[in-house]
């Protein structure tokens, strides 16, 4: 199935570091979806977004859905040990099917 | 606790046999999507439901088959198990077709 091309596919910080990640897709969303995995657990939903330029905040987490509707970034201020996981995006089409990116995993290192 | 439960969690079995997982989705979703996701694999999306009837096929084998019953509940079934089957499994639910999905804590597989 489609996927989302999203990147980076792996990143090492030190944990007070900011960390940015980026989703794109060849075709428009209407929906960004960012989630969070942690090892042999299900995906949490981190932040919605629904509208184009949408800039959304949860916590030390933001993200955006960006104005060509094609993109979306997230991005998380002071990094602390516990946002180790693999953080996927989603995107949902006009013919309301989701798709989910590859993954970025994050390491954060003390 | 996203609201989604699925069981069982842990399930080994041997190859060419079969198995059902079970989900249930949060109370008053209406919409149920099943994925698998293999090492180092993203999520792939198998099929979605939609308040009993099967709503998107996504990347789902001919040995597999899901339905949902009239409570909401939903069962993925896999036959004919092979060693690459093994994966987690997760189950996903939404208020309508469309709308965000909350997903559960997986099944994990192993065909031996």
């Known amino acids: 199935g489609q996927q989302l091309n999203q990147s980076p596919q792996s990143m090492f910080i030190q944990e007070g570091e900011d960390v940015s990640m980026n989703c794109t897709s060849s075709?428009?969303?209407?929906?960004w979806l960012w989630y969070k995995q942690d090892p042999g657990e299900g995906p949490v939903l981190l932040i919605a977004l629904y509208k184009a330029g949408e800039l959304t905040s949860n916590g030390r987490l933001t993200a955006q859905f960006g104005i060509t509707r094609k993109d979306s970034f997230l991005n998380i201020s002071a990094s602390i040990p516990s946002d180790v996981g693999i953080y996927f995006c989603?995107?949902?089409?006009?013919?309301?099917?989701?798709?989910f990116g590859t993954g970025t995993s994050l390491t954060v290192i003390p | 606790d996203s609201g989604v439960t699925q069981t069982p969690k842990h399930l080994i079995t041997a190859t060419g046999q079969r198995v059902t997982l079970r989900c249930s989705p949060r109370?008053?979703?209406?919409?149920v999507y099943w994925y698998q996701q293999s090492l180092d694999q993203g999520l792939q999306f198998l099929i979605q439901y939609y308040n009993g009837e099967e709503r998107a096929k996504g990347n789902i084998l001919e040995r597999f088959s899901a339905q949902q019953f009239p409570d909401l509940h939903s069962e993925l079934n896999l036959s004919s198990l092979e060693l690459g089957d093994s994966a987690l499994y997760f189950c996903?639910?939404?208020?309508?077709?469309?709308?965000?999905?909350?997903f559960g804590p997986g099944t994990r597989l192993l065909v031996l």
């Open positions: 075709s428009i969303f209407n929906t």
């Open positions: 996903a639910s939404s208020v309508e077709d469309g709308a965000t999905q909350y």
């Open positions: 989603a995107g949902r089409n006009t013919g309301n099917q989701f798709y």
């Open positions: 109370s008053g979703d209406l919409s």
